[in-house]
């Protein structure tokens, strides 16, 4: 799985009863060879994604594609990730309420 179909597919594992009455939007800064920027927004009880950075976010995840790939496969606890400073976020309140509902923990 490249870093670019986990982030795709955040929305179809997304559970609905999770996300209700939150709104948030986090921007994903990948870089590597399979990397990209994404954005992921949850709102009115949707989360969806789009290629590129779109509205403001209230949390930007920056990591390596690498990294990602293993956060994705399991090979590689988010937390971990985040600790060692593989994975970069400015907002570690909104990352905190989100990491599990989006798979990133």
Not at 42 to 52: F, M, P, R, S, Y
Request: aromatic share 6%.
């Amino acid at each position: 799985m490249t870093p670019a179909e986990f982030i795709r597919t955040i929305p179809q594992r997304v559970n609905p009863e999770a996300i209700q009455d939150k709104e948030t939007c986090f921007h994903f800064l990948i870089a590597g060879n399979e990397g990209g920027e994404f954005t992921i927004t949850v709102k009115d009880g949707q989360c969806t994604e789009q290629d590129g950075l779109h509205g403001s976010p209230k949390c930007t995840y920056r990591t390596t594609a690498s990294v990602l790939t293993d956060i994705a496969t399991g090979k590689k606890k988010g937390q971990v990730a985040l600790a060692k400073g593989e994975v970069k976020v400015d907002n570690m309140g909104e990352m905190m309420k989100y990491a599990k509902i989006l798979g990133l923990d």
